[in-house]
């Protein structure tokens, strides 16, 4: 059976419904596939991921102030960024949106941290990695624009 959040805790319970909302409130007749509205939603482009980002952040803003750590919410803030930018493709994110359901990962996460009193600690363990792989693709991307503009120069001079 799956351990609940305190349930003396109004805004902990709101958030498990809204997860479920987000991420698994529909299923695929005959299959096992669920799905929420943030798959829904965001076939709307632009606004509606926008809007499932908004409430992501939202959920976030209610962990943060029901007492999560550095550590659980440095991997929160992930699961929304992976959701948001890959679910930001035009429906290839959709399908994403359908597996990954970053809110409910979420609630895992701080199911985990009240429960079981895992992930304490600072955010630096997830952060670091993080800001040293998108710099790698940023420094990455800045060499194949460099490299493409020397061959434009090349070509036209």
């Known amino acids: 059976?799956?351990?609940?959040?305190?349930?003396?805790?109004?805004?902990?319970?709101?958030?498990?419904f809204l997860a479920r909302l987000m991420d698994n409130q529909f299923k695929v007749p005959g299959t096992n596939i669920r799905f929420g509205l943030d798959a829904i939603i965001g076939l709307i482009p632009g606004a509606g991921d926008l809007s499932t980002f908004g409430i992501s952040t939202f959920m976030l803003f209610v962990m943060v102030k029901n007492g999560a750590s550095g550590f659980v919410l440095a991997r929160m803030i992930l699961n929304v960024l992976i959701?948001?930018?890959?679910?930001?493709?035009?429906?290839?994110?959709?399908?994403?949106?359908?597996?990954?359901?970053?809110?409910?990962?979420?609630?895992?996460?701080?199911r985990e941290h009240y429960v079981e009193g895992r992930h304490k600690g600072?955010?630096?363990?997830?952060?670091?990695?993080?800001?040293?792989?998108?710099?790698?693709?940023?420094?990455?991307?800045?060499?194949?624009i460099y490299i493409f503009v020397k061959y434009l120069y090349h070509q036209f001079s």
């Open 1 to 16: 059976m799956r351990e609940q959040l305190p349930t003396n805790n109004p805004q902990l319970r709101q958030l498990e």
């Open 83 to 110: 959701d948001t930018i890959i679910g930001s493709i035009p429906l290839v994110g959709d399908l994403f949106d359908v597996g990954f359901k970053s809110n409910t990962k979420n609630m895992r996460l701080m």
């Open 122 to 144: 600072g955010a630096w363990k997830v952060i670091l990695p993080v800001v040293i792989i998108f710099g790698a693709l940023f420094a990455g991307v800045i060499w194949l």
